[in-house]
């Protein structure tokens, strides 16, 4: 039988970035990284986080072909919660007598499966599936990072989250394993999520150990995830030009330079004011010197936190924006998802979104005309 794989609302995109592919679920950008990386190198990672059922070593393993159960699951992406160390899930950690005295006490393994730059952008990720994707049910619950997933036959239908307290994996399935109809993660499991999430935080954890700093033989020590002036920068590119994105670039990509190699010009496709400060020469004349709304991942790190598509890195960064004046009240500053082909506001079948922070009466009105549902 030949293998077609197809996205579950049956559209293509052509050319995505890994961030737009999570937010939307597109399961032929996760068989086509699979594809370039390696089957088999993307088994080691998932063996690493935990998973040990059958993975066989095809491109079908990379849309969940293998079997895992919800506790490995939930144990996999609470990895990425500290710092890329999986812990080993445990059922009982310490036995007492009646005088409190310890009987017997169980310490987790940890080991450290994720380098911590690539938990940052992981992080990245899931958490554009809960700001722009098909996670958006799950917002209700803050920093919630996650990710949904449903079965091609509509028999599974899975959402996976974390906050930085806690992990839970919930599936939905039917006894007799039959399908169900317009049942997806996004719009079956993660409302379970969020009741559950939200019980579940107002627990106050006691003395809970501190794994966030694990090298790879499960000792302290482990790489540290501040990136500070000597470490990577990150910066917003066109992707058209290679250079540094302006306020009149369409679409932009976040991307990690080694010190040096980042590019010191603003693009020159769209001239306009750039979106970061330019390392080691100044940007090009811009033409337009109205500045564009601010997309809300290039706020300096001392902004209050808003509904962010990143993690900020622990080390700060140095990029600053002149403030406007400040407006009355009665016309506050809000984030609005919109479409980076029409500017208007974003729909679920956009292809590539940005959040932008404006004045509400500046805040486009309509939604996008360009994407729509498919036909039936």
């Avoid at 806690?166 to 399908?179: E, F, H, I, M």
């Avoid at 030009?241 to 991307?255: E, F, K, L, M, V």
């Avoid at 590539?352 to 805040?363: D, F, G, H, L």
Wanted: aromatic share 6%.
């Amino acid at each position: 039988k030949v293998w077609s794989p197809q996205n579950y609302d049956y559209r293509y995109r052509g050319s995505v970035t890994l961030k737009t592919a999570f937010a939307l679920s597109i399961n032929m950008a996760a068989i086509n990284t699979a594809e370039a990386i390696g089957i088999n190198n993307a088994i080691k990672v998932a063996r690493r986080l935990g998973l040990k059922g059958k993975l066989e070593p095809n491109l079908a393993t990379a849309i969940g072909a293998g079997g895992a159960s919800t506790l490995e699951m939930a144990s996999a992406y609470g990895a990425f919660a500290v710092k890329g160390s999986y812990i080993n899930p445990v059922s009982i950690i310490v036995v007492k007598d009646r005088d409190g005295n310890d009987l017997e006490r169980y310490d987790p393994q940890v080991v450290l499966a994720v380098k911590a730059n690539v938990v940052e952008d992981m992080c990245e990720m899931l958490r554009a599936v809960i700001t722009q994707g098909t996670g958006r049910k799950a917002g209700a619950v803050p920093d919630a990072y996650g990710k949904t997933g449903t079965t091609q036959d509509l028999r599974d239908a899975w959402f996976v989250g974390f906050t930085p307290q806690l992990s839970t994996a919930v599936w939905v399935g039917n006894d007799a394993y039959t399908p169900m109809p317009r049942a997806s993660g996004g719009d079956v499991c993660a409302p379970i999520w969020v009741n559950f999430m939200s019980q579940a935080l107002k627990l106050n954890p006691r003395n809970r150990p501190d794994y966030t700093n694990t090298s790879p033989s499960g000792q302290p020590g482990g790489e540290s995830t501040a990136i500070g002036s000597d470490g990577p920068l990150r910066l917003r590119i066109c992707p058209d030009s290679g250079q540094i994105a302006t306020n009149r670039c369409p679409h932009w990509n976040t991307r990690r330079f080694k010190p040096g190699e980042a590019p010191t010009r603003a693009c020159e496709l769209h001239p306009g004011s750039p979106l970061n400060p330019v390392p080691q020469a100044s940007a090009t004349n811009s033409a337009d010197s109205t500045p564009a709304p601010v997309p809300i991942d290039i706020i300096p790190d001392n902004t209050p936190p808003v509904e962010e598509i990143h993690i900020r890195d622990d080390g700060g960064n140095n990029e600053t924006r002149t403030e406007a004046p400040t407006k009355p009240r009665t016309d506050p500053i809000i984030t609005v998802d919109i479409c980076a082909d029409s500017n208007q506001r974003a729909t679920y079948y956009c292809p590539a979104t940005r959040t932008i922070r404006v004045r509400q009466s500046e805040a486009p009105k309509s939604e996008c005309p360009l994407h729509r549902p498919p036909n039936p």
